[in-house]
């Protein structure tokens, strides 16, 4: 199973706005609407922001959407904060009954 | 609240075994899936296994497939992972998560333990 193909760092201003893809295959992102999104700050576990490609976890900011068309999924971060700065990972339920994670992408606030 | 706590990492030789544990607590764990997922020093998340609620069902990933067993305690509300055959590069944090998202999805997770594989 290849891994889901995230751009390796995005950047933004506060109070912009950005958008992270999160491009996989008809096997996975395009096959089922289970795309999840997590945070993960430096030396922590990483944080559930959103499921079922556009669903929040309670406690996660509205600031935080998530999307998809066809084979690509999308994470915005609206209203960027200083604290929004971290890694972020998609992943997706495949074919095989498995996951599979994106390669992370850097955001720099 | 949820805790799920990891235990058992340690510096292992190549070709040897070690079993992590993740003991948890805060829910009912004998109704969830629960996870794998480890992180080599410097690089991203890369899922390892998941097993269902009774133990019934387990998947792996492609790169443990064979070496490693997901295996679980629903008296002991602990979560085992037996990994065989250690390489170099199972060096990693490894995770334990409750799959409480979405088609069980891994929600909360532990704080992680470390292993590293090194002769």
């Known amino acids: 199973q290849s891994a889901l193909t995230q751009p390796a760092s995005v950047s933004g201003s506060p109070g912009q706005s950005i958008t992270i893809s999160c491009t996989g295959t008809s096997s996975d992102v395009g096959g089922y609407t289970y795309v999840t999104w997590y945070q993960q700050h430096p030396g922590k576990a990483p944080r559930f922001m959103i499921y079922?490609?556009?669903k929040r976890p309670l406690g996660v900011s509205n600031r935080f959407s998530g999307s998809k068309s066809g084979n690509t999924a999308t994470l915005t971060i609206s209203g960027l904060q200083a604290e929004d700065e971290a890694d972020y990972y998609c992943?997706?339920?495949?074919?095989?009954?498995?996951?599979?994670f994106g390669g992370g992408t850097k955001l720099t606030v | 609240q949820i805790h799920l706590v990891e235990s058992g990492g340690g510096v292992v030789q190549p070709g040897r075994s070690l079993r992590l544990s993740c003991v948890a607590s805060g829910f009912t764990f004998s109704s969830y899936t629960l996870h794998w997922v480890r992180q080599a020093p410097g690089k991203g998340l890369e899922w390892v296994a998941l097993i269902s609620y009774d133990g019934s069902n387990k998947y792996y990933g492609d790169s443990v497939k064979g070496r490693f067993t997901i295996s679980r305690d629903n008296s002991r509300n602990t979560l085992y992972l037996r990994m065989s055959s250690l390489r170099f590069e199972d060096t990693a944090v490894y995770y334990c998560?409750?799959?409480?998202?979405?088609?069980?999805?891994?929600?909360?997770w532990g704080q992680g333990a470390l292993l590293t594989v090194s002769s």
């Open positions: 079922d490609v556009n």
């Open positions: 998560a409750r799959g409480g998202g979405g088609n069980q999805v891994a929600d909360y």
């Open positions: 992943t997706s339920y495949t074919s095989s009954s498995t996951w599979v």
